[in-house]
């Protein structure tokens, strides 16, 4: 029985539950007192989120707010890059937020050379911004997925194994 077994890695994220947290991130500013009054903007867009909003003071409490709600709908803090807060017009000031969702090339390459370093047996693919590691024992995608969830914390970016088979 010569199966091959595999799985793939891959960095994403749920945007719905994104979407919905950006929803309860926005009812709360619009509600708590010390917010209410900051016309503060929260705009989701396709891989950014952009934060416009009066003072530095009340950026960092929108971020407080986002990073809570984030976290409850279990989604990494990770997909997150907080870009420097620059001044905009009339004394407001914006942030942008990009949101990594993807392997790079280097990370990738990294990732690869980590599990290939370790595991002899086992065959590794990048395939666009996935990597894909295939074996013909299930024990050695286990200690894998061990290495890779290792080398997660070094990361800036979440890891999510899919596709096992």
Known sequence: ?????????VSDFDRQEL???????????????DLKDSNSEIELQENELVIT????????????????KVTKRKLSLKIFDF?????SGGNRVRQRVILRKGLTQEVAKKLSKSVRDRLKKINVAI????????????DDLQTAIAILRDKEEDLDLPLQFENYR
């Open 19 to 33: 979407v919905n947290a950006i929803d309860q991130l926005r009812r709360e500013v619009s509600q708590r007192y």
């Open 1 to 9: 029985m010569a199966d091959n077994y595999s799985f793939d890695v």
């Open 53 to 68: 909003t009066t003072s530095e003071m009340t950026l960092q409490s929108i971020e407080d707010i986002l990073r809570q």
């Open 83 to 87: 870009q420097l807060p620059e001044s």
């Open 127 to 138: 395939q666009g911004e996935s990597l894909r590691i295939t074996s013909k024992n299930k």
